[in-house]
């Protein structure tokens, strides 16, 4: 063998190791949508053996030499019918199976652990409530929703784990959400897969699943200090926030305890939930979200905070109970699997209370 | 439209023989002057039907985004002025009815109609573009055209600004105030394509009046003036919609 | 005498009204751009050969692909089959002299030249990295190349679509011979009948969608800059709502195409001759509801991707219809296998893993893991290039006697189109396998692991590459020596085939009377009988 070139023998090593022709199943997800994936590819199969058969036989029974002279005929509507009927049939059960699955990969359950990303050419950076920060990478336990708020800072970018089956473009002006639940420790592939510019390439980054004990241990030695929602105090009282969004009775702008998660009506007589997307519209373009019983004196904040400071804002109302601080959490322990009921609240604040001094 | 069935023109069996009663102006692939006639409008009406789809983009936006920010769209419409919207709109409606006289003269033979209808749907055809231009003066003057220089003081401080004022506009809010360069985007968007679409025609009017002199719609083919006609009153039908849009339905709330 | 010979001189052909002498005009212009897109392709798949960036940073890679795509899309597959072979044989296939708008058709050649020479304009002045699809904001706020030129290339080249498409209904609808009703129209007519209201209703939207681009990007009006409120999405939505069934202005005409050969190398009329025909115009109504599924993945709301799912669900049935009716035609026929016949069957066999993979796509749930990958890539090269382009060259070979009177060298023809048939698997094949594995597409550089595949990929793309200049070479020495090929050579039915080989400037010395239906080939038999016997 030592004629083959080096390259070429390197080829065989790295196919021989690498030797998967479909990616790792490393999410909860992963096996439902391979599931169809595989249906799909099985009809499309059959379906492609049947024209293929059909032609070659066709061509050898009915060939020039074989078969001089042709037959006309003019169609047969059973037949038409029947390649009319039965695909659509098979169509529209992949439409329904599909749709269960699309609407199960960006539809987060309530418990789930949030993780902020915001995209930007040319990285991506995860920040966890704890005040974990990740470039290019982004450390997930096994066991646990996530869910990813996502968020672009210039143009549209596209977040792709492919080992999850997930993927979810982060587009400026708005945030959108994916989750999935890991399933097998390993690292993955993250990829930016919306082209994005000069290093769109460049954009990709791994993503570590961990056990839920590792993970543990990575956010306590990850941590910056400060959680998230302590940035965001910080954030609030430096833009003097609290100077209209008091609890005192005559406060200009309405007290946010506890406003996560509430239902509001607006002046225009709007009814909304108040959401990640409602409070950052709000802070960025409050005339349109003013609550009603105020007055629209609220500046804008558009370029003056950025996104990230926006997520740590958002984060800080997330967890505002009825005073406004929040409880310095070196040891993001609480913010763990185990004890699901003290991550992210889901509900009006009452569950971040283990966050919040009483 | 009708579609002239394929057998219609199946009378003239052979090229041959019909060459002798051609009239000169009949292009040799027709078999018929109907036919090219036919042709003729009905290729009309489908380039119509490409200008609706190019408008159509530019009415989604507008609407969609009239939508998202009301306030904002109803304070920018203050900034037009009505007046000179009308009486643009007089305009082109006169102009509609001077080339419709002129397809008529046309059909009719009246080569000194002709000249004379289209010369008044050039005058007036111009007549709305120094209307436009005034109207786009003004929008220049205040900074209303979006980029770089756009002021936003009209929105901010309506009490200093004569057309607000008289709206009785109130104040609105900086983040709101911002998203009136999107109607004024496609304020000019829109009307700047329209003014494309009178410039062309002006054009075309100008090299028509130059033909018509010479007699050339007036002896039995009619068919680029009457093409014409669609063309012009589909621009004024555009306009009808922008000065609907644009000028009037934000002017009460 | 002949259209090629009746007038001489460069100026006959620049100035020409004469649809067959437009389409060759057409065809040489077509093919200068396929094969400076072609050579961009190389690049792609040679800079693809190893993970790493190394034969040209990542900003020329970008220019590249983009380039490619450009060039591709709005100079070759759009233009290909309508503006040559549709243009050619639309009116000798009704019996008319031309078509209804001359001069428009020869102004809209000179529109798609102008239209070329901006985009040549562009590659040499630096190029332009947006990606063909020019997504906002990156390609009016971040992006420092030629996005101007580019967007008035695509607008000009745009109109040059439109006017090819009005022309061809017009002429449908006007002048047809007597006799010559709707249900006697060749198949290839309604397939171009189709796709020219995708043309003529589709492409208005995207010349707006680059009028407010060019705006955005030259003075800032905010309309898709979300800074000032604008939304980036209505660019996707105003983009794709042409561009989706702008794949269908491709194919289209490419399935009439291989109704055509089809038909005519299996002696038969073609099987279900009304379903195929009221398929493609299925396929052009509702190619203009299934825009959205590009957005999928993009926030647009849950519900919005169910009803544009099954759309495109509903959209992949006439495509169907279409590949079973053409296998059924074969049944009981008398086939022979001459090179326009072995590109169609190569055009079926692709055409139907890049329909089928298609599905894998409109389902929502697979998309998810799907889009934005290299299997996206394969789906549509197996559409476009698999289908688009092997209908092209299954069309040039077939009408090949009727454009030139000369007959191609059988043997080798046959032979390009097997190493076609080869490279192209080889090359699109393993593109599906990368994708599935999560490769993203317009990526300069990509994990190691997927270089094998992408070896097998770029050692496709060379035999490709032989598959397609083979043509070139031999069907430009067949004008000079190939056989003389008579009026009729394949005893064909279509009115085309009824008059001299190359045809008189006027196509038919007298205006042909359709008195049979289309496909008859019992009518033609009787024609010969007659002809010996009035011979006789």
């Given at each position: 063998?030592?004629?083959?070139?080096?390259?070429?023998?390197?080829?065989?090593?790295?196919?021989?190791?690498?030797?998967?022709?479909?990616?790792?199943?490393?999410?909860?997800?992963a096996?439902?949508?391979?599931?169809?994936?595989?249906?799909?590819?099985?009809?499309?199969?059959?379906?492609?053996?049947?024209?293929?058969?059909?032609?070659?036989?066709?061509?050898?029974?009915?060939?020039?030499?074989?078969?001089?002279?042709?037959?006309?005929?003019e169609?047969?509507?059973?037949?038409?019918?029947?390649?009319?009927i039965?695909?659509?049939?098979?169509f529209?059960?992949?439409?329904?199976?599909?749709?269960?699955?699309?609407f199960?990969?960006?539809?987060?359950?309530?418990?789930?652990?949030?993780?902020?990303?915001?995209?930007?050419?040319?990285?991506?950076?995860?920040?966890?409530?704890?005040?974990?920060?990740?470039?290019?990478?982004?450390?997930?336990?096994?066991?646990?929703?996530?869910?990813?708020?996502?968020?672009?800072?210039?143009?549209?970018?596209?977040?792709?784990?492919p080992?999850?089956?997930?993927?979810?473009?982060a587009?400026?002006?708005?945030?959108?959400?994916?989750?999935?639940?890991?399933?097998?420790?390993?690292?993955?592939?993250?990829?930016?897969?919306?082209?994005?510019?000069?290093?769109?390439?460049?954009?990709?980054?791994?993503?570590?699943?961990?056990?839920p004990?590792?993970?543990k241990?990575?956010?306590?030695?990850?941590t910056?200090?400060?959680?998230?929602?302590?940035?965001?105090?910080?954030?609030?009282?430096?833009?003097?926030?609290?100077?209209?969004?008091?609890?005192?009775p005559?406060?200009?702008?309405?007290?946010?305890?506890?406003?996560?998660?509430?239902?509001?009506?607006?002046?225009?007589?709007?009814?909304?939930?108040?959401?990640?997307?409602?409070?950052?519209?709000?802070?960025?373009?409050?005339?349109?979200?003013?609550?009603?019983?105020?007055?629209?004196?609220?500046p804008?904040?558009?370029?003056?905070?950025?996104?990230?400071?926006?997520?740590?804002?958002?984060?800080?109302?997330?967890?505002?109970?009825?005073?406004?601080?929040?409880?310095?959490?070196?040891?993001?322990?609480?913010?763990?699997?185990?004890?699901?009921?003290?991550?992210?609240?889901?509900?009006?604040?009452?569950?971040?209370?283990?966050?919040?001094?009483? | 439209?009708?579609?002239?069935?394929?057998?219609?023109?199946?009378?003239?069996?052979?090229?041959?023989?019909?060459?002798?009663?051609?009239?000169?102006?009949?292009?040799?692939?027709?078999?018929?002057?109907?036919?090219?006639?036919?042709?003729?409008?009905?290729?009309?009406?489908l380039?119509?039907?490409?200008?609706?789809?190019?408008?159509?983009?530019?009415f989604?936006?507008?609407?969609?985004?009239?939508?998202?920010?009301?306030?904002?769209?109803?304070?920018?419409?203050?900034?037009?002025?009505?007046?000179?919207?009308?009486?643009n709109?007089?305009?082109?409606?006169?102009?509609?009815?001077?080339?419709?006289?002129?397809?008529?003269?046309?059909?009719?033979?009246?080569?000194?109609?002709?000249?004379?209808?289209?010369?008044?749907?050039?005058?007036?055809?111009?007549?709305?573009?120094?209307?436009?231009?005034?109207?786009y003066?003004?929008k220049?003057?205040?900074?209303?055209?979006?980029?770089?220089?756009?002021?936003?003081?009209?929105?901010?401080?309506?009490?200093?600004?004569?057309?607000?004022?008289?709206?009785?506009?109130?104040?609105?809010?900086?983040?709101?105030?911002?998203?009136?360069?999107?109607?004024?985007?496609?304020?000019?968007?829109?009307?700047?394509?329209?003014?494309?679409?009178?410039?062309?025609?002006?054009?075309i009017?100008?090299?028509?009046?130059?033909?018509?002199?010479?007699?050339?719609?007036?002896?039995?083919?009619?068919?680029?003036?009457?093409?014409?006609?669609?063309?012009?009153?589909?621009?004024?039908?555009v306009?009808?919609?922008?000065?609907?849009?644009?000028?009037?339905?934000?002017?009460?709330? | 005498?002949?259209?090629?010979?009746?007038?001489?001189?460069?100026?006959?052909?620049?100035?020409?009204?004469?649809?067959?002498?437009?389409?060759?005009?057409?065809l040489?212009?077509?093919?200068?751009?396929?094969?400076?897109?072609?050579?961009?392709?190389?690049?792609?798949?040679?800079?693809l050969?190893?993970?790493?960036?190394?034969?040209?940073?990542?900003?020329?890679?970008?220019?590249?692909?983009?380039?490619?795509?450009?060039?591709?899309?709005?100079?070759?597959?759009?233009?290909?089959?309508?503006?040559?072979?549709?243009?050619?044989?639309?009116?000798?296939?009704?019996?008319?002299?031309?078509?209804?708008?001359?001069?428009?058709?020869l102004?809209?050649?000179?529109?798609?030249?102008?239209?070329?020479?901006?985009?040549?304009?562009?590659?040499?002045?630096?190029?332009?990295?947006?990606?063909?699809?020019?997504?906002?904001?990156?390609?009016?706020?971040?992006?420092?190349?030629?996005?101007?030129?580019?967007?008035?290339?695509?607008?000009?080249?745009?109109?040059?679509?439109?006017?090819?498409?009005?022309?061809?209904?017009?002429?449908?609808h006007?002048?047809?011979?007597?006799?010559?009703?709707?249900f006697?129209?060749?198949?290839?007519?309604?397939?171009?009948?189709?796709?020219?209201?995708?043309m003529?209703?589709?492409?208005?939207v995207?010349?707006?969608?680059?009028?407010?681009?060019?705006?955005?990007?030259?003075?800032?009006?905010?309309?898709?800059?979300?800074?000032?409120?604008?939304?980036?999405?209505?660019?996707?939505?105003?983009?794709w709502?042409?561009?989706?069934?702008?794949v269908?202005?491709?194919?289209?005409?490419?399935?009439?195409?291989?109704?055509?050969?089809?038909?005519?190398?299996?002696?038969?009329?073609?099987?279900?001759?009304?379903?195929?025909?009221?398929?493609?115009?299925?396929?052009?109504?509702?190619?203009?509801?299934?825009?959205?599924?590009?957005?999928f993945?993009?926030g647009?709301?849950?519900?919005?991707?169910?009803?544009?799912?099954?759309?495109?669900?509903?959209?992949?049935?006439?495509?169907?219809?279409?590949?079973?009716?053409?296998?059924?035609?074969?049944?009981?026929?008398?086939?022979?296998?001459?090179?326009?016949?072995?590109?169609?069957?190569?055009?079926?066999?692709?055409?139907?893993?890049?329909?089928m993979?298609?599905v894998?796509?409109?389902?929502?749930?697979t998309?998810?893991?799907?889009?934005?990958?290299y299997?996206?890539?394969?789906?549509?090269?197996?559409?476009?290039?698999?289908?688009?382009?092997?209908?092209?060259?299954?069309?040039?070979?077939?009408?090949?006697?009727?454009?030139?009177?000369?007959?191609?060298?059988?043997?080798?023809?046959?032979?390009?189109?097997?190493?076609?048939?080869?490279?192209?698997?080889?090359t699109?094949?393993?593109?599906?396998?990368?994708?599935?594995?999560?490769?993203?597409?317009?990526?300069?550089?990509?994990?190691?692991?997927?270089?094998?595949l992408?070896?097998?990929?770029?050692?496709?793309?060379?035999?490709?590459?032989?598959?397609?200049?083979?043509p070139?070479?031999?069907?430009?020495?067949?004008?000079?020596?190939?056989?003389?090929?008579g009026?009729?050579?394949?005893?064909?039915?279509?009115?085309?085939?009824?008059?001299?080989?190359?045809?008189?400037?006027?196509?038919?010395?007298?205006?042909?009377?359709?008195?049979?239906?289309?496909?008859?080939?019992?009518?033609?038999?009787?024609?010969?009988?007659?002809?010996?016997?009035?011979?006789?």
């Amino acid at each position: 063998m030592s004629h083959i070139s080096p390259t070429i023998w390197q080829f065989l090593v790295k196919w021989m190791t690498n030797f998967a022709l479909f990616p790792p199943e490393a999410s909860k997800i992963a096996p439902q949508m391979d599931a169809l994936y595989f249906f799909i590819a099985l009809v499309s199969l059959i379906g492609l053996t049947i024209v293929i058969l059909l032609v070659v036989s066709f061509s050898i029974l009915y060939s020039k030499e074989r078969h001089p002279n042709a037959v006309q005929i003019e169609g047969s509507t059973l037949l038409e019918a029947t390649w009319t009927i039965i695909p659509l049939g098979l169509f529209l059960v992949m439409f329904v199976w599909g749709a269960l699955i699309y609407f199960r990969v960006y539809t987060p359950p309530a418990n789930a652990m949030n993780i902020y990303v915001v995209g930007k050419q040319w990285m991506w950076k995860a920040e966890h409530e704890g005040g974990q920060h990740e470039i290019n990478s982004l450390h997930v336990p096994t066991g646990r929703a996530v869910q990813l708020t996502m968020i672009s800072q210039d143009v549209f970018h596209s977040f792709s784990i492919p080992a999850f089956r997930v993927k979810r473009e982060a587009i400026p002006g708005r945030y959108t959400t994916v989750w999935f639940e890991a399933t097998l420790p390993g690292t993955y592939h993250l990829f930016c897969t919306q082209y994005c510019g000069t290093n769109h390439s460049q954009m990709i980054g791994d993503v570590v699943v961990l056990s839920p004990e590792d993970f543990k241990q990575w956010l306590a030695s990850s941590t910056s200090g400060a959680s998230l929602a302590q940035d965001g105090e910080r954030l609030f009282a430096s833009l003097s926030c609290a100077a209209c969004h008091n609890t005192r009775p005559d406060a200009r702008g309405p007290s946010l305890a506890n406003v996560y998660g509430a239902k509001l009506t607006l002046t225009s007589g709007q009814a909304i939930t108040a959401d990640d997307a409602y409070l950052r519209e709000a802070i960025l373009n409050p005339s349109q979200h003013i609550t009603q019983g105020y007055a629209p004196i609220m500046p804008t904040y558009q370029g003056q905070v950025s996104e990230e400071g926006v997520i740590a804002l958002v984060e800080y109302i997330k967890h505002l109970d009825s005073d406004y601080r929040v409880q310095q959490t070196t040891t993001t322990t609480d913010l763990l699997p185990e004890g699901g009921g003290k991550a992210t609240p889901a509900g009006p604040a009452p569950a971040a209370a283990g966050k919040v001094n009483p | 439209m009708p579609d002239s069935s394929a057998i219609d023109h199946g009378a003239v069996t052979t090229a041959g023989d019909a060459h002798a009663e051609h009239p000169s102006y009949q292009r040799h692939h027709f078999e018929t002057v109907e036919q090219q006639a036919d042709a003729s409008a009905f290729a009309m009406w489908l380039f119509l039907l490409t200008e609706v789809m190019f408008f159509g983009g530019l009415f989604t936006a507008y609407l969609i985004y009239r939508n998202w920010y009301y306030p904002a769209f109803v304070s920018a419409s203050h900034q037009l002025n009505v007046v000179w919207g009308t009486l643009n709109t007089v305009v082109l409606i006169l102009s509609s009815f001077t080339m419709a006289m002129g397809v008529w003269c046309a059909e009719t033979r009246r080569r000194r109609g002709l000249v004379l209808c289209l010369t008044l749907t050039m005058t007036l055809g111009l007549v709305f573009l120094g209307i436009k231009t005034v109207e786009y003066k003004e929008k220049i003057e205040k900074h209303h055209v979006p980029g770089q220089h756009y002021s936003l003081q009209s929105f901010l401080d309506p009490a200093h600004d004569e057309a607000a004022l008289a709206a009785g506009d109130k104040p609105l809010a900086l983040d709101m105030a911002r998203h009136t360069e999107i109607y004024f985007s496609l304020y000019f968007a829109m009307t700047g394509m329209h003014a494309l679409h009178m410039i062309i025609g002006i054009g075309i009017l100008a090299f028509m009046i130059f033909r018509a002199r010479a007699g050339a719609y007036t002896g039995g083919h009619v068919t680029f003036v009457e093409n014409f006609g669609f063309y012009w009153h589909f621009v004024d039908l555009v306009w009808i919609y922008l000065f609907a849009l644009l000028y009037l339905i934000s002017r009460h709330q | 005498m002949n259209y090629l010979t009746k007038e001489n001189g460069l100026l006959s052909w620049l100035l020409t009204g004469d649809h067959k002498r437009i389409a060759i005009l057409y065809l040489i212009s077509i093919t200068f751009f396929f094969f400076i897109g072609g050579a961009l392709a190389g690049l792609i798949r040679l800079e693809l050969l190893t993970p790493q960036s190394d034969l040209m940073a990542t900003d020329t890679y970008n220019k590249v692909f983009t380039m490619h795509g450009v060039i591709m899309i709005f100079l070759f597959l759009v233009p290909s089959v309508p503006a040559t072979l549709g243009n050619f044989f639309i009116p000798m296939m009704l019996g008319a002299k031309d078509l209804a708008l001359p001069r428009i058709n020869l102004l809209s050649w000179y529109l798609y030249v102008l239209g070329g020479i901006l985009v040549i304009y562009t590659m040499v002045s630096g190029g332009v990295d947006t990606g063909w699809t020019f997504t906002t904001p990156l390609s009016t706020h971040y992006v420092n190349t030629n996005v101007l030129s580019t967007g008035m290339a695509v607008f000009i080249a745009g109109f040059s679509s439109i006017f090819t498409g009005l022309n061809f209904i017009v002429t449908i609808h006007k002048m047809r011979a007597p006799g010559m009703t709707w249900f006697r129209m060749p198949l290839f007519v309604w397939a171009h009948y189709a796709a020219s209201i995708l043309m003529v209703l589709g492409t208005p939207v995207l010349a707006i969608a680059v009028v407010l681009l060019a705006l955005e990007r030259t003075i800032g009006i905010g309309v898709f800059d979300p800074v000032k409120g604008g939304d980036p999405l209505l660019f996707q939505h105003l983009f794709w709502f042409y561009s989706h069934p702008a794949v269908y202005i491709m194919i289209l005409p490419g399935m009439g195409v291989i109704s055509e050969v089809i038909s005519t190398f299996s002696r038969k009329r073609v099987f279900g001759y009304t379903a195929v025909a009221f398929s493609s115009v299925a396929i052009a109504v509702f190619g203009f509801f299934v825009w959205a599924h590009h957005m999928f993945i993009m926030g647009i709301s849950n519900y919005a991707v169910l009803v544009f799912s099954l759309l495109t669900m509903l959209v992949a049935v006439p495509s169907a219809i279409k590949i079973f009716n053409w296998t059924f035609t074969l049944y009981k026929g008398s086939i022979t296998f001459e090179t326009p016949m072995l590109y169609a069957f190569g055009f079926m066999g692709l055409f139907t893993i890049g329909g089928m993979t298609g599905v894998f796509l409109g389902t929502s749930g697979t998309d998810i893991h799907l889009t934005e990958t290299y299997f996206i890539v394969a789906h549509f090269h197996f559409v476009m290039v698999g289908g688009m382009l092997m209908a092209f060259l299954a069309g040039i070979h077939f009408w090949w006697p009727k454009m030139t009177g000369r007959m191609y060298p059988e043997k080798i023809s046959q032979m390009a189109a097997v190493v076609t048939f080869i490279g192209f698997n080889l090359t699109f094949f393993p593109q599906f396998i990368l994708g599935t594995l999560g490769m993203p597409r317009r990526y300069a550089a990509y994990p190691p692991e997927f270089q094998i595949l992408n070896v097998f990929s770029t050692a496709g793309a060379t035999i490709l590459g032989v598959g397609y200049l083979l043509p070139v070479l031999y069907l430009v020495w067949s004008l000079k020596y190939g056989e003389i090929a008579g009026d009729n050579p394949w005893q064909a039915t279509g009115l085309e085939w009824q008059t001299q080989s190359p045809p008189l400037t006027e196509n038919f010395t007298e205006l042909p009377i359709m008195d049979h239906e289309a496909y008859d080939y019992e009518w033609l038999e009787n024609q010969k009988t007659k002809e010996v016997a009035s011979a006789g």
